[in-house]
């Protein structure tokens, strides 16, 4: 026969086993919700670099303007005016039709390698650039605040997001 043990012991050995189980639970969620929050951010820069990289990685780029004469089907173009050493004048090139272009008015831009695609340069390029990454931390900010719980940091990323949000608004 085995003998019975006392209520407390029974009570302890119940809170050790829900104290632990608790403890595996709170780590799953930080790990789960940590992952969650990471990808979230690595898919914005992922998104923001392929244009971030022509605009911030200038040397060595041919550099010049471009007037916007006709926009259709999500591109613009125009003829392209060169600024830097080493760049040749084009008769058209094309650049993606977004809030950031507007037809008549004429942009700094960086020509993409291999092609006749260009990007917006100088501070609203760069800026226009990263808008991607803002709304990924404001996505991963809602993340950390409700599922690592982390308040303050969640806040840090959302103010960050915002700015970047909004000076590219007012840059563009």
């Known amino acids: 026969m085995i003998p019975a043990m006392p209520a407390s012991a029974a009570a302890a050995r119940a809170r050790q086993a829900s104290s632990a189980s608790s403890a595996l639970l709170r780590f799953g969620r ?55 050493a080493g760049s040749q004048a084009r008769e058209r090139v094309v650049i993606e039709d977004s809030v950031a272009v507007a037809k008549g008015r ?38 950390v605040a409700g599922g690592l719980r982390r308040t303050r940091v969640a806040w840090g990323m959302a103010g960050v997001g915002v700015a970047l949000l909004t000076a590219a608004f007012f840059a563009v």
């Open 30 to 84: 930080v790990a789960a919700m940590g992952t969650v929050a990471a990808l979230i951010l690595i898919a914005g820069v992922w998104a923001s670099w392929g244009t971030a990289q022509h605009v911030l990685l200038t040397k060595g780029r041919e550099q010049g303007t471009v007037e916007v004469t006709s926009c259709a089907d999500g591109s613009c173009s125009g003829p392209y005016s060169p600024v830097s």
């Open 106 to 143: 004429t942009y700094s831009v960086v020509v993409k390698p291999g092609g006749d695609e260009v990007v917006r340069s100088g501070p609203a390029g760069v800026l226009y650039a990263w808008v991607p990454l803002g709304g990924a931390l404001l996505l991963a900010s809602v993340v």
